[in-house]
T-cell receptor
């Protein structure tokens, strides 16, 4: 099955700085890569996703990049704000073009200091 | 995004008992899954809830321990059977459309 590795496990940045979280996956058949944000005591929320036919996707201060050859993808948050503090999970789906099982990374605790 | 309602939100149970968690999704959802999240940990897929048939379990999870039903497209239940303290965790229902997966608010289970 798919194996998703996520780094770093914790990340502290100053408000206004950028944050980058990286993930690798093992199954070359994986073609859907979402990112979730989970605030303390809340449900995971989908914040951005990318498919394998796209190399980069942006949504305001958040961007995701995908390198299929190297089998890694990254989340970039620019101009970080204290409300960005949360646990971020990457995931990969290995079931063709329909929504299949998602395999999650271990998560990154992001802390943004004011 | 899809609307996913899950209940109960939390429960404290005695060892050896069973708890059934209910999940209701809106009609946009076609796929339903159950995940477990232990404190400070990642999300682990328990099973795919299949409409009108037996669920598809992931390695390490069995039907006798985690029976799942999905009698129709928008409703599913997960039962945690013969509970032990090791079952203390957050259980999350999730539902997906063709492209995206959304989560319920979770059930925080504590087993004494």
């Amino acid at each position: 099955g798919e194996n998703v590795e996520q780094h770093p496990s914790t990340l502290s940045v100053q408000e206004g700085d950028s944050a980058v979280i990286k993930c690798t996956y093992s199954d070359s058949a994986s073609n859907y890569f979402p990112w979730y944000k989970q605030e303390l005591g809340k449900r995971p929320q989908l914040i951005i996703d990318i498919r394998s036919n796209v190399g980069e996707k942006k949504d305001q201060r958040i961007a995701v990049t995908l390198n299929k050859t190297a089998k890694h993808f990254s989340l970039h948050i620019t101009e970080t704000q204290p409300e960005d503090s949360a646990v971020y999970f990457c995931a990969a789906s290995s079931r063709g073009s329909t929504l299949g099982r998602l395999y999650f990374g271990r998560g990154t605790q992001l802390t943004v200091w004011p | 995004s899809a609307v996913i309602s899950q209940k109960p939100s939390r429960d404290i149970c005695q060892r050896g008992t069973s708890l059934t968690i209910q999940c209701q999704v809106d009609s946009q959802v076609t796929m339903m899954f159950w995940y477990r999240q232990q404190p400070g940990q990642s999300l682990t897929l328990i099973a795919t809830a299949n409409q009108g048939s037996e669920a598809t379990y992931e390695s390490g999870f069995v039907i006798d321990k985690f029976p799942i039903s999905r009698p129709n497209l928008t409703f599913s239940t997960l039962t945690v059977s013969n509970m032990s303290p090791e079952d203390s965790s957050i259980y999350l229902c999730s539902g997906g459309t063709f492209e995206k997966l959304f989560f319920g608010s979770g059930t925080q289970l504590s087993v004494l």
